[in-house]
C-alpha cells in the first residue's frame, strides 16, 4: 500500500486553488468548483493531483466512475480519499483499501453513543486523551466502511473489523488521527456515472 498525507493548510488559499484548477481533469475542475469554500475546493484538486502522483500518471487521470454507493473508481485502480481540516489523505493498493483522517475534537457521550459500541465507548471514556481516541476509532470504521465501498450506510455500533486488516496513527503535531483498512472483503459494486 501506498499512502500519501498532506498537512501544510497555509497553502489552502483561493490563490492556489487558482493555481491548481488548470492541472486537472475537466470533471474534477467542475466537482471542485461546486464546493462553496476554498477548503473544500483545495482538498478535491489537491487530493486529485496526489491521488496522480501516487500512481506516477503525468496530466489528467481518466475519469472518475462511481459505485451506487458514491465511492469513486477508476478501472484497475484501488484507491481512497480522505480529508478534513487539518490533513489531506490518498491510499493505494492493489486489493480493497479505505482511509480516512480526522481532526481531533470534543468526544461529547451524545455523539459517542451514536457511533460506538459499548466497548469503543468505554475506550473512549476512560482514555487519558478521549477526543484522541475517539478520532482513532472513529477512522478505523470510516476506513473499514470505505473499504468495503459503502461509506456510513451500516449502523457504526456494529461496525467491526472483518477480514480487513487496519492500521492507525495519531498526529498530535498536526492534529488529527488517520486509519487505513485493507482487505478483500469489497464485492463488486457496479459503476455509474456521474
Not at 150 to 160: P, Q
Amino acid at each position: 500500500m501506498q499512502v500519501s498525507v498532506f498537512h501544510d493548510m497555509r497553502l489552502c488559499t483561493d490563490e492556489e486553488v487558482a493555481r491548481l484548477l488548470p492541472l486537472v481533469s475537466a470533471q474534477r475542475r467542475e466537482q471542485a468548483l461546486r464546493f462553496r469554500h476554498t477548503f473544500g475546493r483545495f482538498a478535491c484538486l489537491k487530493s486529485y493531483l496526489m491521488l496522480a502522483e501516487l500512481l506516477s500518471v503525468k496530466g489528467e487521470l481518466p475519469d472518475f466512475s462511481y459505485n451506487q454507493y458514491g465511492k469513486p473508481q477508476l478501472a484497475g485502480v484501488e484507491f481512497s480519499i480522505s480529508h478534513c481540516r487539518n490533513a489531506i489523505a490518498v491510499a493505494v493498493n492493489d486489493t480493497p483499501v479505505g482511509i480516512d483522517v480526522e481532526c481531533f475534537r470534543s468526544a461529547d457521550s451524545a455523539l459517542v453513543d451514536r457511533t460506538m459500541n459499548s466497548a469503543e465507548a468505554e475506550a473512549v471514556y476512560s482514555a487519558e486523551r478521549p477526543e484522541e481516541m475517539f478520532a482513532m476509532l472513529w477512522t478505523r470504521k470510516e476506513a473499514v466502511l470505505k473499504c468495503r465501498g459503502t461509506g456510513i450506510v451500516d449502523d457504526l455500533h456494529s461496525v467491526l473489523l472483518g477480514e480487513e486488516h487496519v492500521e492507525s496513527l495519531l498526529d498530535r503535531e498536526h492534529g488529527y488521527a488517520l486509519s487505513t483498512a485493507v482487505g478483500s472483503i469489497c464485492k463488486e459494486l457496479p459503476d455509474v456515472e456521474r
